[in-house]
């Protein structure tokens, strides 16, 4: 069996897509493996880095044989948009996104199952041909869990110093918590999803969901104040892609900019356009143009999430 990850996502667990099919395995195998250049050495200690978006594909492999007769590691990586080198590798990349059947949803992790269709192969695609950028003109306005912010009360918040080698300089830390983790200051190891720590989840991936979510695990909308003995108090905004795809938070820090944590990749406090995020509002987002709002997080909130 091959199976064939998009490292696109930044909350939800990232789509996978098995060819169990042993002769399509080694078809696709053969053709990609092609120029061996284009893949990245999956047992690099440089923690892996991207944009918000689509940075690549892993490969892997389950059996022995495979491996053995493509001369392959069992796991592979493909760099893909502004990181992919030069040649063939946007002609592979695409091959990946046409060839997999995304269908079937993630696989990886205790994240809801949310439904993927053809509209999401047409994501990949456009992902590939933009270079995982979107421009400033194409910033939603927010919507849906957006909240008007003149401050109607003076709330005390708590802002740490940007600390990026705690989440990125152990593996086990860097692959299995994302952007959720990041805002909440907490690691979990389990890739923590809005709502899952309270017992009810989001079911959709919008503005109102995802935030009421982050509520029922104990978030305040901004400018609802929280009191002293919730402490730390963090200042965190949330976006999402539209059309339901994913979500994103940042973090602000003691320095006066933003961190953030794109899924399973490095914490940095820089967008798309490599940046220092000064307002999250105006950074560039790439797919992840609605902006929901702004909301603290608190002692209790990040020790319930999961």
């Given at each position: 069996?091959?199976r064939?990850?998009?490292?696109?996502?930044?909350?939800?667990?990232?789509?996978?897509?098995?060819?169990t099919?042993?002769?399509?395995?080694?078809t696709?195998?053969?053709?990609?493996?092609?120029?061996?250049?284009?893949?990245?050495?999956?047992?690099?200690?440089?923690?892996?880095?991207?944009?918000?978006?689509?940075r690549?594909?892993?490969?892997?492999?389950?059996?022995?044989?495979?491996?053995?007769d493509?001369?392959?590691?069992?796991?592979?990586y493909?760099?893909?948009?502004?990181?992919?080198?030069?040649?063939?590798?946007?002609?592979?990349?695409?091959?990946?996104?046409?060839?997999?059947?995304?269908?079937?949803?993630?696989?990886?992790?205790?994240?809801?199952?949310?439904?993927?269709d053809?509209?999401?192969?047409?994501?990949?695609l456009?992902?590939?041909?933009?270079g995982?950028?979107?421009?400033?003109?194409?910033?939603?306005?927010?919507?849906?869990?957006?909240?008007?912010?003149?401050?109607?009360?003076t709330?005390?918040?708590?802002?740490?110093?940007?600390?990026?080698?705690?989440?990125?300089?152990?593996?086990?830390?860097?692959?299995?918590?994302?952007?959720y983790?990041?805002?909440?200051?907490?690691?979990?190891?389990?890739?923590?999803?809005?709502?899952?720590?309270?017992?009810?989840?989001?079911?959709?991936?919008?503005?109102?969901?995802?935030?009421?979510?982050?509520?029922?695990?104990?978030?305040?909308?901004?400018?609802?104040?929280?009191?002293?003995?919730?402490?730390?108090?963090?200042?965190?905004?949330l976006?999402?892609?539209?059309?339901?795809?994913?979500?994103?938070?940042?973090?602000?820090?003691?320095?006066?900019?933003w961190?953030?944590?794109?899924?399973?990749?490095?914490a940095?406090?820089?967008?798309?356009?490599?940046?220092?995020?000064?307002?999250p509002?105006?950074?560039?987002?790439?797919?992840?143009?609605?902006?929901?709002?702004?909301?603290?997080?608190?002692?209790s909130?990040?020790q319930?999430?999961?």
């Open positions: 069996m091959l064939i990850t998009a490292d696109v996502y930044s909350g939800r667990p990232n789509p996978v897509a098995d060819i099919d042993t002769a399509q395995a080694r696709a195998l053969r053709e990609l493996t092609r120029d061996r250049t284009l893949f990245t050495d999956p047992r690099s200690a440089e923690p892996p880095a991207g944009p918000l978006g689509l690549g594909f892993w490969l892997e492999t389950f059996d022995d044989e495979l491996a053995h493509f001369d392959v590691d069992s796991r592979l493909l760099p893909a948009g502004p990181q992919a080198p030069a040649g063939r590798g946007a002609e592979v990349a695409e091959r990946l996104a046409t060839v997999a059947d995304w269908g079937q949803g993630p696989a990886t992790h205790a994240g809801p199952a949310l439904p993927l053809a509209s999401f192969r047409q994501f990949l456009e992902q590939l041909a933009s995982a950028r979107t421009s400033l003109k194409d910033r939603v306005a927010p919507a849906g869990g957006g909240q008007q912010e003149e401050p109607a009360v709330c005390t918040i708590e802002v740490g110093a940007f600390n990026p080698g705690f989440w990125n300089n152990d593996p086990t830390t860097l692959y299995n918590n994302n952007c983790n990041y805002a909440s200051n907490w690691r979990t190891n389990t890739f923590a999803q809005p709502g899952r720590g309270c017992g009810n989840m989001y079911t959709q991936i919008t503005c109102d969901e995802v935030a009421r979510a982050a509520l029922c695990d104990g978030m305040h909308h901004r400018f609802d104040c929280f009191p002293d003995s919730e402490a730390p108090r963090p200042l965190v905004a976006v999402v892609i539209p059309g339901g795809g994913d979500y994103h938070w940042y973090r602000k820090q003691k320095e006066g900019f961190g953030h944590k794109p899924g399973g990749t490095a940095r406090n820089y967008d798309n356009s490599g940046n220092v995020i000064y307002d509002e105006t950074a560039d987002r790439g797919p992840y143009t609605i902006f929901c709002g702004y909301f603290y997080g608190c002692l909130q990040r319930r999430i999961n």
